[in-house]
């Protein structure tokens, strides 16, 4: 049995977390033409989702989701015997002939063969129905469904399946006021407001794009990232992401649902007003979409140099310049180092390879081989440029940018 039970623990076991970075709201947040601004989509969806989920937690825990009321059970039956008489009306007319290849005959045979058909076709409907059904409810409750949905296909397959309480007594009225259907060939269908609709033709709603949003937030951190090593904002790079963007948008459930889902993380809420309201059409919002994601690529790299040249400024007139590449491993190496401080290892001498900037005296382009080792009263040394000296706190930021404890 598939009770809201079980379905909450299968919620809870499959949830689905996702960690988003700053670095695209900010670039997002930026845009001159920004407002923030309230979507009736999204407020629509949201509610749907929640009477969806406020009947489920009225149910009892031993209800099953996948029995069918009497109503059901009836034309289920109905058909079934209807269909049985026709198969058996037929059956008595096909023994009548002793010519099985009579045009008539074959007739005969092929109503039986519609009958068996419909019949197998009918399981493996309502097969197909009570999967789904249990699949719809584990997703209404996770929130897996995209807002950028039509509010009226959302309250579609929330009638279809059986979830929608439309005054919140915990009972499903809609269910009942649409009746299940058996068409022609044993297919099912549902009547929705005064209109029939096929189980098999129905349109699912889509679910909210994460992974097209989590490829965004590294988008912005790996430009972040290369700002704050001091290389140049690279074009071909920019060219990629715009292609890129191009090919993703083009998909309108990714476009619809960046624009409706992650107001938090990347604010595109003004443009769903304009769309849901006729100012604009999909074309023009998958435009203004795409400019505002390379703004805010654009604005996370600025962010990253605003930091290298902060760094470059703290390191006064002893500093000498590097290249990119230069910088980008001295800060690799940098990285390696706090983490070997970090775990605070004794004994165990850390070799690493770098191009120092100061103080004058050491400062050179060849990148050379140093050794930095922890004794057991906590202090650090040197080694590698001669005899070993104590790495003071002092020495080790102005020529490693590492922070001693």
């Known amino acids: 049995m598939a009770n809201n039970a079980l379905i909450r623990g299968a919620a809870e076991a499959s949830k689905k977390f996702l960690d988003i970075g700053g670095a695209v709201a900010a670039g997002i947040n930026a845009t001159p033409d920004y407002v923030p601004s309230k979507n009736n989509r999204v407020a629509e969806n949201k509610a749907i989702q929640a009477k969806v989920n406020n009947y489920m937690s009225k149910m009892k825990t031993d209800m099953d989701f996948t029995s069918f009321n009497p109503a059901e059970t009836a034309t289920m039956r109905n058909f079934l015997l209807s269909q049985r008489t026709i198969y ?3 059956a008595k ?3 009548e002939f002793d010519d099985t290849t009579d045009p008539d005959y074959m007739l005969y045979v092929d109503q039986m063969q519609n009958v068996n058909n419909s019949f197998t076709n009918l399981a493996a409907q309502l097969k197909s129905y009570k999967k789904s059904k249990l699949e719809y409810a584990s997703n209404m409750q996770e929130g897996l469904y995209s807002n950028g949905n039509p509010g009226s296909k959302s309250k579609e397959s929330a009638i279809i399946y059986g979830f929608y309480d439309a005054d919140g007594d915990g009972r499903s009225e809609d269910k009942y006021d649409a009746p ?5 060939g044993g297919n099912i269908a549902f009547n929705v407001d005064g209109q029939e609709i096929s189980y098999n033709g129905m349109e ?9 949003l989590n490829s965004l937030n590294k ?3 790996e430009a972040y990232n290369s700002g ?3 290389n140049a904002n690279n074009p071909y790079a920019e060219r990629a992401y715009d292609q890129q963007l191009n090919d993703t948008l083009q998909n309108e459930n990714a476009l619809r649902s960046i624009i409706f889902d992650f107001n938090a993380e990347a604010p595109m809420n003004d443009i769903g007003d304009r769309l849901d309201n006729g100012e604009i059409d999909l074309a023009q919002a998958r435009i203004e979409v795409k400019d505002r994601l390379l703004i805010a690529r654009e604005n996370a790299y600025k962010k990253g140099k605003k930091q290298y040249d902060k760094k470059q400024e703290d390191l006064g007139s002893e500093s000498f310049n590097l290249s990119g590449s230069q910088i980008a491993s001295n800060n690799d190496a940098t990285s390696t180092l706090n983490a070997w401080i970090e775990v605070g290892a004794i004994g165990k001498a850390k070799k690493f390879k770098y191009i120092v900037r100061s103080p004058q005296d ?3 382009q060849t990148k050379m081989d140093y050794e930095i080792t922890k004794t057991k009263d906590g202090k650090y040394y040197l080694g590698g440029n001669g005899t070993p000296e104590l790495l003071s706190p002092k020495l080790a930021k102005e020529m490693f940018n590492i922070d001693l404890k």
């Not at 699912?204 to 097209?212: A, L, S, W």
């Open 362 to 364: 050491r400062a050179t």
């Open 93 to 95: 007319k096909a023994a």
């Open 88 to 90: 058996t009306d037929a």
């Open 180 to 184: 299940f259907q058996i068409q022609e």
């Open 204 to 212: 699912e709603p889509f679910f909210k794009d994460t992974k097209f």
């Open 219 to 221: 988008t912005s951190e």
């Open 228 to 230: 704050l090593r001091g």
